[in-house]
């Protein structure tokens, strides 16, 4: 019996177990694969005892509407950067990585099924490189791979991002208030700018494009008459001020090297009443709203295939590659390729000039 483990690494995102799913439904087509999930990443494997768990039919049946990943996720440690406690009761970190692949090696592991975003693949590169038959599929909401057209979640968080500012536009309205609504993205707008778009907003900040809080001000008068009126702003976690820093806090948790994005709204609100807006405003942070939950038809599908995919590539032995979806192919890159190449919205994006079209002032 031959053996692929599959893991989800990262952030969760909807469509992770429908990637699995699809990818026992296709190894179950053979009859000498057998599939095995290692729990939280390559934790379950790194563990003693080890977690892993059988991934049969019995395991997968009916997850594909399942929100978050049956095998669990971590964004946090890893092969490379394991973190251990020292004796004064700090942290630090050790690679575990050879230690990793020999105990692969000893659990018959044949191949393994990467599931993550951009550091997950950084991982999966790094692991190839030493001899590990490994096969990547990109997986964000942040929609910031440059190597693939789209990743399953994006379209269900700017969903679940749209219909919060159908929301926020009622009682907007109602109160004839200013909303500014924080939503997830990391350093890309993609979820930003569609929710803007689709939902109808008046404003949208993202972080390729720094603002300038006396446009947003412009903008936002322009939407009241005599103190009647309201506006809803959509604000990227990622937006920034014209000659201005992120908003973060530095996140204490073991292993967790990423900035903890958060807070722009309520600085945008600010920063709005300090240049003359006296309406009432409130923000709202959507967090992990965006993550939770059942993806859309058009996740499921597109998770669908990359699982199928995937298989075929541990089948075809096309190690060292990334799934990759490029309209109408789903193909793949080599992970090397793939890794650190972020998609931003440029200036010159369709979406850019569509918002400008539509007179939602992008704070510049
Ligand atoms: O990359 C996905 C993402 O949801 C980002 O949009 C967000 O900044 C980050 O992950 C949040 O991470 P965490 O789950 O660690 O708070």
Redesign the pocket.
Known sequence: MKRVLVLTG??DCPGLNAVIRAIVKRASQEKDWEVVGSIQAFNGVLWEPTEIKILDSKAVKGIHYQGGTIIETT?KGGPFAWPVKNNDGTWSSVDRSDEMIRKLQFMGIDAVINIG?DGSQKISQLLYEKGLNIIGVPK???NDLSATDSTFGYQTAVEIATDAVDKLVTTAASHNRVFAMEV???YAGWIAMNAAVAGGADVCLIPEIPYDIHKVLEKVQSRFVKDRGFAVMVVS?GARPKNGKMSFTKNEEVG?E?L??GGISSQVLKELKEAGCNADMRNVMLG?L??GGIPIAYDRVLAAQFGVKAFEMVLNKEFGRMVSYQHPEITSVLLKEAIGRPNLVTLDNALVKTCQGLGISLGI
Do not use: A, P, S, V
Request: hydrophobic content about 15%; aromatic content about 6%; glycine content about 22%.
């Open positions: 990262g952030g964004n975003g964000t909401i942040d997830m993205g990391r976690e967790y990423n903890k994005l992990h965006q993550r």
